[in-house]
């Protein structure tokens, strides 16, 4: 292998992994800014859940959110810590 393939090939790992870390960085702030009751983009709070799905018993929800001011929406992946599960509901 050529030196400049395998620089350029790092260059391209490292880059994705920067972008990956940073999106991930900014839907948590997000998520944040709904939990704190108001939207992340128009700064209102007119944001609400629209759909709450559940993946099982020891799955993540899947949250989806709307904003009634500005139309924003996204989706989040939680982990339902409040399930019964706990109380051996799946077994």
Known sequence: MDIYLLAFLLIILIGSVLVYIYYLKEKKDQLDSIRRGFCPH??????????????????????SFECLSCGYTNSFAVDSSDSSCGSGGCR
């Open 42 to 63: 128009c700064k209102q709070d007119t944001i609400e859940l629209t759909d709450k799905r559940s993946g099982g018993c020891s799955g993540p929800q899947l949250l």
